[in-house]
């Protein structure tokens, strides 16, 4: 019997290659996306072994090579069938797509590398006959995979390994340190609109949503986004000022699987950091800091949550950290004025509380917040908000500034009058706001290549009359810079050869003209 263990990412390529389909939900059915993993059907598992091998995670094992941490995932799995008896398993009958009759000769551009990136790019190649170019702002590939997620979940990255494969196709074309806009150097909407006859955005969501609290730009306010941009090394961000003196506490405002990640990141004992591709940056301020107490702030009660089951229970593997939570409005709560205990790490999670103000003078000293009927002050240094997140904007497209997206009827991108812009998509975050993990991002982008394909098959794309050649040629017009596949493949090698000196999987460059030396550009 095999079993799916916490880093699964719900990718669902398990669920294809099952040959007697007992590995739910499925994307077809409830639960999909909702789900924090899949699970496996212990009566129906014939053992055969497919879905370890499709896992782009190392999620799935044998129950009887899971270690001490993991077993509780065979009673895990097994429940999920006791709770919901209506799903049944049998053999699979083959559903063959059909394959539409698609103009000759059309070029894709494709910005954005993160799973909606990926996914999207799969099904393009997998479907069509199309030329791909691959865009993104950074040297390095990846999205939200390298910069979102926490440095001592491994696992979860390895989904970048089957992109990797895509970026080597004959009909891919990288090209990285690009940015779409208007500014100087920037390559802008228009201009991709021109030279391609589609244009895919998988953009993500990497904008934070604000309190609207007093003392909100004090120093030592931040957001998450910034903070794990920070130590996931995405380029030129800085560090929160987190006194060594300080009161020991950080709080941080939500209660979603971004917030525990940070949470967990905080409190973590250096040394289990330092064997992960944390930012070196990070890890030399995490390894002088003083915070021991994490309090995550949840306006209503624990039932109601945002995290995921299987990111609550990483919390319980982290050596010598309490977990502490606060259900009952009512009841008496902890001297939070003072600073955290130095003796004890934990981390509290205080519920039916919302923060009314941020206390200090020149940086944060204390957050006003309102727990049930009763209003109490928390001594803290870090306040981190992780209530939300929404698109950030790109000149010369049309943007819904409420909900944080690109305005869109089923990932084709409408323009300000409501009429369909031919040939330009949005996709994941881009497309529906910030809402699901990386399997619901997959079964996004795969819907909306098949609407282009659609589109393209009906004629109502409009095609580019530019020369393949021309758009190298503007590139390079814009910026001298541009990374492709090999210089990717460099910037990773060096990171690895950095890693492997220190005994760890790899040590992130933090700044752009170091990528782009890597990349080789320093020889030209």
């Known amino acids: 019997m095999f079993v799916i263990t916490q880093s699964c990412c719900s990718d669902a390529a398990c669920v294809s290659v099952c040959p007697v389909n007992c590995i739910h939900p499925t994307p077809e059915e409830r639960g999909f996306g909702s789900s924090d993993i899949l699970h496996i059907d212990p009566e129906a598992c014939i053992d055969c072994g497919a879905c370890a091998d499709a896992c782009p995670v190392d999620a799935i094992y044998p129950a009887d090579k899971l270690g001490t941490r993991d077993k509780v995932f065979i009673d895990i799995n097994a429940d999920y069938y006791k709770r919901n008896a209506d799903i049944t398993s049998g053999w699979n009958q083959i559903e063959y797509p059909e394959i539409p009759k698609l103009p000759a000769g059309l070029r894709v551009a494709l910005v954005g590398t993160g799973p909606s990136g990926g996914y999207a790019l799969r099904t393009i190649l997998d479907r069509t006959d199309a030329q791909v170019t691959v865009i993104d702002k950074l040297p390095t590939p990846g999205g939200l995979v390298r910069a979102g997620v926490a440095p001592d979940h491994p696992g979860t990255k390895g989904v970048l390994r089957g992109f990797d494969l895509l970026y080597r196709d004959p009909r891919v074309t990288m090209a990285t340190n690009v940015e779409i806009g208007s500014a100087p150097g920037q390559v802008t909407s228009a201009e991709l609109a021109e030279h391609f006859d589609a244009v895919f955005y998988a953009v993500g969501a990497s904008e934070s949503r604000r309190l609207g609290i007093p003392g909100e730009e004090l120093p030592g306010s931040t957001s998450a986004t910034d903070l794990v941009a920070w130590y996931n090394a995405v380029p030129d961000k800085e560090a929160p000022p987190i006194p060594a003196d300080g009161t020991g506490r950080a709080v941080i405002v939500g209660t979603g699987n971004v917030a525990l990640d940070v949470a967990r990141i905080l409190v973590s004992p250096p040394e289990t950091l330092a064997t992960t591709d944390i930012a070196d940056r ?24 945002a995290y995921t089951a299987a990111e609550y229970r990483a919390l319980a593997t982290i050596p010598g950290v309490e977990i502490v939570v606060h259900d009952d409005p009512g009841a008496e709560l902890p001297d939070f004025g003072r600073p955290a205990d130095p003796e004890n790490r934990r981390i509290v ?40 997140y929404r698109s950030t904007p790109i000149d010369g497209l049309p943007f819904d500034d409420e909900r944080g997206v690109f305005p869109n009827v089923d990932g084709r991108m409408l323009d300000d009058a409501g009429d369909v812009i031919p040939g330009v998509y949005a996709l994941g975050w881009a497309k529906r706001g910030p809402s699901g993990g990386i399997g619901t991002n997959k079964i996004c982008a795969e819907a909306t290549v098949e609407d282009f394909i659609d589109d393209a098959a009906q004629g109502r794309l409009v095609r580019t009359t530019r020369e393949v050649k021309e758009f190298p040629a503007l590139l390079r017009s814009r910026t001298r810079q541009v990374i492709g596949y090999r210089g990717m493949r460099a910037i990773d090698r ?17 700044r752009v003209p170091d990528m782009v030396g890597a990349a080789g550009w320093r020889k030209r």
């Open 349 to 388: 999670f205080l519920f039916h509380s919302a923060p009314e103000e941020i206390i200090g003078d020149e940086r944060v000293e204390g957050v006003r917040v309102r727990t049930g009927e009763a209003s109490h002050t928390l001594a803290t240094d870090l306040l981190v908000r992780s209530i939300g």
């Open 494 to 510: 060096a990171e690895r050869r950095r890693g492997s000196e220190q005994g760890r999987p790899r040590v992130k460059f933090t």
């Open 282 to 305: 990070a890890l030399r301020i995490l390894e002088q800091q003083n915070i021991h107490e994490v309090v995550l702030l949840g306006r209503r009660d624990q039932a109601s949550a």
